[in-house]
Each structure stands twice: as structure tokens, then as C-alpha cells.
């Protein structure tokens, strides 16, 4: 059975040069100033929700005692969790040789780097008083404490740098030779000047591209470990406590299973407006669409499995208050959550066993904006929820946001798409050099018809 | 003295190819012929190309080992030895031993690979002496196409078997077209 193409309608390397490179160099559409204008609201007022935190104190959040960690470590985690999605597209699907990725990888990597920063912002501001937060550093001299390195939460600090710096490098990388393209393009002083810097002097000669490739192969090599190492990491925040609902040896993959869900959520969430929006049809096909529904249907249901998994555990291990807990989270007063996250991480994206249903943008649509509520209600769930109701009946409490947790949490999502709405505006969307080098004609061996100079040449050699 | 009368240095001949696999089939030619100091600049790498072009495998894999040692030995002395020697924090009761080690494991990890990361990305740029502002190619206006969709050839000056009309004949006669001598910039 044939490959279908990866590009439709044979079209030529020149148009999809055009195509990509010229979204940098037209003027910016009426729909993109309306979107960047709210975003970029929202985006602003959440810095003033965290000036405000940081001024006044952590009270201003809805956090009480049995749930010290509320809607900002939820956000943390559900950021991260988004994240995972590009470094799987841009590292795994790399080294297995799918070659589909490229026509998806630079935006999804794009979208790792925005969904890690807005996640960085929460373990810093949940921290309380921030101008001490000097004493996790390293510095034995001021009171002869070493930083706790057997920690979790100080393993996690290294996890999640080294993601977002691996995964710059990655995409950065990446980047070059396709700025390079827009730098041979550009016409005005400005964007010359810039795309000049930003490209590095990109030649594109094999002696370079040698390197390149084995550069690229390596980080995809590292990420690959990377990123199933990051939400670990994150999942031994709470694995290594011990807190039931927390304290679970299934936390590591069930949460890596769950981060590449939601994240493969937010791809399509992105990916399908820009894809109507730039016109890109011919570059990210309905096949593409097609297999990354396959995804999230594969990762839905191992989430699907945990789920279940953790109940049984929680019956076979005996510990009654383990037991108590996971019914609690279906059962007790924050049972919508527990429904919330089920039917939106496992049984929509169900769905997609059906072929029309991975081929109909509404379809599709609707399964990733319930994946996406699904993965944040899991998060709430597994932290708050698990801790609403801890030990002792008599501190039992419910958990109330205030207009700073959500405005705040809004902010982060404002973020995230101002910096991906400026990411679309100004850099090449798709991988242009990735995407040409993956058309028939790329292949050194592609059989069409060569000068008959060249030809008539080596026959005479044989 | 008028700008003409100086006398430019040759920095080398460009040729343009059709295709991916015309560049392919010209590049063994030009491997077969001798050359050392030459380049393939195509819009996206080619598979095969360094045997093509006679190459060996990029060094920079071995490089980035290094890299990655180094980040685990960092790991080693920022982490471990501090904690479980110098420095001895108990927390919870633990042992603070050698026997500990495990639980350094991720930092170790972690380190590990921010380092070889840093190498492979930095390594990259090292090798290919960039970046840099400018280059004699950027002068030649039909190279701006060699991110869009042209394949071409350069043989530089600086190679020992570079003769200026033998080489610009060569490269026409393994199909090259608009075969150009280019110059130095300055």
C-alpha cells in the first residue's frame, strides 16, 4: 500500500517557501491584532494578580491548611504536562523515524517553551516571601546548610530548567536554517537586520548540515529520556509523600501517559485554527490530524487505565484510608472533578476509534478542548482533592478560588497564547527545511529524467 | 588608485545544480576528481551526502560524550560529595552515607544531559565557524536562493587543485549551470 504524500497536490519546494515564509513577511491580519489585544489582557492582568500576590502574601490565594497546595501547583503541573507533547512530536517521533512530525514539530515545540514558562511561574510565587528564595541556592557560607539534594521538589528545579533549556536548544536549532530562508527573503532594513542575527550566518552547505544533523539526532536522543524523566519528577513531588491519593508507585508513568494526552490536546488546539487560518492545508493534511487523534486516543486510554489501576490498588491494598480517598474522589463533594476528568480524558477522546469522527475538525475539536478541562480537572484532583480530606476529620476543609487564583491562572493561559500568536506572526510555523526535505524529489535517488549531458557522461564511464 | 585597478581575490567558483540528485551525482564527481576544499549548499540536508561528498562521520557525537561526562562529574561535586561528606544535612532521620547514592540519581541525570545539551548545540556552531557576519557567498545574488529551492556547488580558491578556468570547465562539464567566479569581499 502506498504512503499517502506528506505534502498534498505535489506541491513544488518554492511554494511551500512562499507559503511559510511569507506569513513573516505580509502584514499582520485584522483576526490577529483582535486576538493578541485579549490575550495580551489578560496576560497583563495577570502580572498585576502576581504583584499583587507578592505584595500582600500567599493569603490571597484560597489555600488553607489541609490544602496548602491548591490552583497554583494544579497549574504548575497542568502546564508541564503540556509541554511534553512538543518534545515527544520534536524527540521521539524523531528517532522512530516518523516522518509526519515535521510538517507539526516546530509549533508544538514552540508551544513546550510558552507552556513551560507559564508553568515556571508558580512553584516561584507560591514560595511566599520570594526574596529569600536565594536560600536554595547552593551557598554554604551564610548559615552552613547545604540545599537538601535528596529532596524531590529540588530534583524537580533541576528537571524542569534542563527541560526548558534542552528544549530552546532543540528548537532554536531547528530554527536556523529556516530563519536563514527568511533572512534571503527579507526586503526591509529591519527585518534583514534581524533575521541576519537571528540565522547566525546559515549557509547551508553539507560541511554544515553534517554537524546539524548529528547535533539534532543527539538532543532528540537526550530529550527522549528527558522527557519522560520531567514528569517523573514532578509525579515524585507528591509519590515520595505520604499523603494517600498521593503516595502511589504508578504516579511516574501514569503521569507521563497523562502529560503527552493533554499535551497532544493543546497540538490540536493550536494547530487546527492556524492551520484554517494560514491556509496551510497542504502541509498539515487531515493525515496528520488523523494520527495525532490516534495519539490521543492511545494516551487517553493508558490514562484511562491508571485511573482504574489506582482504584484497584486502592481496594487490594487494604489501607482504608487510601480506600476512603479515591472514593472521595468520586463520591464526595468534589465528585464533578472526579466525573470531569473520566469522561473528559477517557471516554471523549473514545471517539476516536472512529474514522469520520479523527477527520471532522468539529469532532476533533470538541475531544481536545474536553482533554484539556479533563487534564486540568485531574490535576486538581490528584492535588487538592486527595487533600481536602486528609487524616484527621477535623480539618477537613472545601477549597474556594479567589479572583486572584483564577485571574491569575487566566493570565498564564493569556501568556501562553500571546507568546504563541507572536510565535506565529514572526517565525516559520512549519519547519520548511524539514518538511522539503521529506518531499519525493528530496531523495538523492528519486529517479527523474537528468540531463542527458550527465547521462551520456556515465555511460561512457560504465 | 581606482577601486578596478586593485586586484580581487579569487575566493572560489559556484555552480547551480537542478535537483537533489543532480547535486548528488555532481558532488562524486567533484569527490572522484580530487577536490578538498569545496561545499554542497542545498535547502535541507541530503540523505547519503557524505559518502557523496567523501565526508566523514560529524566528530561532534564524541563530543558531546565528553559534554555529558562533564555535566555527571559536576553532579558528582556539587551534589554527593557535599552532602554526604562535607556538609552532612539529616533530614527525616536518613543515613547521610555513601550508600545514599541513589537518591542523587536525578540530579546526576539531569546534569548530565543539560551539559550534553550545551555541547550539541554550542558544538554545532564551533564546527561550522558561526556565527559570522557576513561571507563571500552572501555577495553572489542567486545564492539567496540556496534556503528556497536551489542546489549548488562551490569549489574555493584555497584548494590545491583549483585553477580558475579549469575548474569553472569542470563544473560545467558535470552539468553545473551560471558557472560563477566569485570574489572576496574586501
Not at chain 1, 504583584?51 to 502546564?79: H, K, S
Not at chain 2, 556552531?125 to 549548488?152: E, I
Request: proline letters at 6%; one cysteine or more; hydrophobic letters at 50%.
Amino acid at each position: 500500500m502506498p504512503r499517502p504524500a506528506m505534502v498534498e497536490n505535489n506541491r513544488s519546494m518554492h511554494w511551500i517557501t512562499n507559503l511559510l515564509a511569507g506569513i513573516p513577511e505580509r502584514k499582520a491580519p485584522l483576526w490577529w491584532w483582535v486576538a493578541i489585544a485579549v490575550t495580551g489582557s489578560f496576560a497583563t492582568f495577570g502580572v498585576f494578580c502576581i504583584i499583587y500576590l507578592l505584595w500582600t502574601g500567599v493569603g490571597v490565594w484560597g489555600n488553607n491548611l489541609p490544602m496548602a497546595w491548591a490552583w497554583g501547583i494544579t497549574n504548575f503541573v497542568f502546564w508541564i504536562g503540556i509541554g511534553h507533547a512538543g518534545t515527544l512530536i520534536s524527540a521521539i517521533l524523531f528517532l522512530c523515524r516518523q516522518k509526519w512530525r515535521t510538517a507539526v514539530n516546530r509549533s508544538a515545540e514552540a508551544m513546550t517553551l510558552f507552556a513551560v514558562m507559564c508553568a515556571a511561574i508558580f512553584p516561584a510565587i507560591h514560595v511566599g516571601r520570594i526574596w529569600m528564595i536565594w536560600f536554595v541556592a547552593p551557598v554554604p557560607v551564610p548559615n552552613w546548610i547545604w540545599p537538601n539534594f535528596r529532596s524531590p521538589l529540588l530534583w524537580d528545579v533541576f528537571a524542569v530548567s534542563t527541560y526548558f533549556t534542552v528544549s530552546f536548544f532543540f528548537w532554536y536549532l531547528g530554527l536556523v536554517p529556516d530563519v536563514a530562508t527568511v533572512r534571503d527573503r527579507a526586503r526591509g532594513r529591519v527585518a534583514k537586520f534581524c533575521y541576519g542575527l537571528l540565522a547566525l550566518g546559515w549557509r547551508g552547505g553539507h560541511r554544515q548540515w553534517r554537524h546539524y544533523e548529528m547535533s539534532y539526532l543527539i538532543l532528540a536522543g537526550i530529550s527522549t529520556p528527558l522527557v519522560l524523566s520531567v514528569h517523573s519528577t514532578v509525579s515524585f513531588d507528591f509519590a515520595t509523600s505520604l499523603i494517600p491519593g498521593w503516595h502511589t508507585t504508578i504516579f511516574p508513568p501514569y503521569f507521563v501517559a497523562g502529560a503527552i494526552f493533554g499535551g497532544f490536546a493543546m497540538v490540536l488546539t493550536l494547530l487546527i485554527p492556524s492551520r484554517a487560518l494560514f491556509k496551510l492545508h497542504d502541509v498539515i493534511t487531515w493525515n496528520h490530524i488523523d494520527v495525532m487523534c490516534k495519539i490521543t486516543l492511545l494516551t487517553g486510554s493508558m490514562v484511562g487505565y491508571s485511573y482504574r489501576m489506582e482504584f484497584f490498588v486502592a481496594y487490594y491494598g487494604a489501607d482504608p484510608f487510601e480506600r476512603y480517598i479515591f472514593l472521595n474522589h468520586y463520591f464526595g463533594p468534589y465528585w464533578w472533578v472526579g466525573y470531569g476528568m473520566f469522561i473528559g480524558n477517557v471516554l471523549m477522546p473514545q471517539l476516536f476509534w472512529v474514522r469520520a469522527f479523527r477527520r471532522n475538525v468539529w469532532t476533533v475539536y470538541l475531544v481536545a478542548m474536553c482533554a484539556n478541562a479533563g487534564m486540568w480537572f485531574e490535576r486538581f484532583a490528584i492535588i487538592a482533592v486527595s487533600l481536602h480530606r486528609d487524616f484527621l476529620p477535623s480539618s477537613w476543609q472545601m477549597y474556594y478560588p479567589t479572583w486572584v487564583d483564577i485571574f491569575t491562572f487566566a493570565g498564564t493561559i493569556g501568556l501562553f497564547l500571546t507568546l504563541f500568536l507572536l510565535f506565529i506572526r514572526f517565525l516559520p510555523t512549519v519547519a520548511m527545511s524539514e518538511v522539503k526535505s521529506v518531499l519525493p524529489e528530496a531523495d538523492p535517488h528519486h529517479y527523474e529524467p537528468l540531463p542527458a549531458k550527465i547521462v551520456a557522461m556515465e555511460e561512457t564511464q560504465a | 588608485m581606482s577601486a578596478a585597478a586593485v586586484k580581487k581575490r579569487t575566493f572560489g567558483v559556484i555552480a547551480e545544480f537542478g535537483s537533489a540528485a543532480e547535486l548528488y551525482r555532481a558532488a562524486e564527481r567533484v569527490r572522484d576528481q580530487g577536490y578538498r576544499f569545496w561545499d554542497a549548499h542545498s535547502p535541507f540536508p541530503i540523505h547519503g551526502m557524505n559518502e557523496a561528498m567523501g565526508l566523514k562521520k560529524s566528530p561532534l557525537g564524541y563530543i558531546i560524550f565528553w559534554g555529558g561526562f562533564l555535566g555527571f562529574l559536576t553532579a558528582v561535586l556539587l551534589e554527593y560529595i557535599p552532602t554526604s561528606f562535607l556538609f552532612p544535612l539529616i533530614v527525616h532521620g536518613k543515613p547521610v552515607d555513601f550508600f545514599t547514592v541513589p537518591a542523587f540519581f536525578p540530579i546526576m541525570f539531569e546534569l548530565t544531559i543539560l551539559f550534553a545539551g550545551f555541547t550539541a548545540f554550542f558544538g554545532v556552531f564551533v564546527m561550522n565557524r558561526l556565527p559570522r557576519l557576513h561571507h563571500p557567498l552572501f555577495d553572489y545574488a542567486p545564492f539567496a536562493r540556496v534556503t528556497d529551492d536551489a542546489f549548488f556547488i562551490v569549489i574555493e580558491s584555497g584548494d590545491p587543485k583549483f585553477a580558475e578556468a579549469g575548474t569553472s570547465e569542470f563544473l560545467e562539464e558535470i552539468g553545473g549551470r551560471g558557472v560563477t567566479v566569485l570574489y572576496e569581499s574586501d
